[in-house]
């Protein structure tokens, strides 16, 4: 596709239930990223894959966060039993992958849990 | 943690004045991009310096780099009501996967 897609653009969810947040990166792009913003907060690490290597996951901040990225390309991240402090936007984004190369961000997913 | 710390955390100047932001990191860096968002949502890059360069111009736009300091700035020239947005400076860690870390951001906010 011509940019980074994410969706839902928006979601809320009752606490307790589970949700998925997918991500499609530009066609090509090696790395992938996903980060979390709370309101008027920077952006925090979650986690990032790249190529075939095993993903680095030392941003999730509970076990109750995983993420997958199936064939290179699509992402998905899942929150468990969503708590209220998991309301945030998350954001993808993708890159080449290679030294001194930038990111290239979707629009976030904005979730808001009740 | 945080790798970067935007300066100030805020900003409020006049169209036409300059903006100065300023980002500290805490490690050793690949390169240091600075990015722009709007509305609370995707995130825009503006340009990207590497570890061995000390400036950079894009535009309106000039960024340094002070690897000895560990610290970078952003100065927009002649700002515009336009340039309004948040400002983040991003550092790619010297380590095997590149990945990108972001600062907490500057609020820049231009005033007709």
């Known amino acids: 596709g011509a940019g980074v897609s994410q969706s839902p653009s928006n979601k809320v969810t009752e606490k307790g239930k589970d949700v998925e947040l997918r991500c499609d990166p530009i066609?090509?792009?090696?790395?992938l990223y996903w980060y979390r913003q709370s309101l008027g907060q920077g952006l925090e690490f979650l986690i990032y894959f790249q190529g075939n290597s095993a993903p680095d996951k030392s941003g999730l901040p509970s076990d109750r966060f995983s993420a997958e990225r199936t064939g290179g390309s699509v992402s998905t991240l899942t929150i468990q039993r969503t708590q209220q402090e998991d309301s945030a936007v998350y954001l993808c984004a993708s890159s080449l992958g290679a030294l001194n190369t930038e990111a290239f961000f979707g629009q976030g997913t904005r979730l808001t849990v009740v | 943690s945080q790798q970067g710390e935007e300066d100030p955390q805020a900003l409020s100047i006049q169209e036409g004045e300059n903006a100065t932001m300023n980002c500290s990191y805490k490690t050793s860096i690949n390169n240091l991009q600075w990015y722009r968002q709007n509305s609370g949502r995707g995130l825009v890059h503006l340009i990207l310096i590497r570890s061995n360069e000390r400036e950079k111009h894009s535009g309106r736009l000039r960024v340094t780099l002070d690897t000895s300091k560990k610290s970078s700035s952003l100065l927009i020239t002649a700002s515009r009501a336009a340039d309004t947005a948040s400002y983040f400076c991003?550092?790619?860690?010297?380590?095997?996967?590149?990945?990108?870390?972001f600062g907490s951001g500057t609020r820049l906010l231009v005033r007709p």
């Open positions: 991003a550092t790619a860690v010297v380590d095997s996967s590149y990945k990108l870390i």
């Open positions: 066609s090509g792009h090696t790395a």
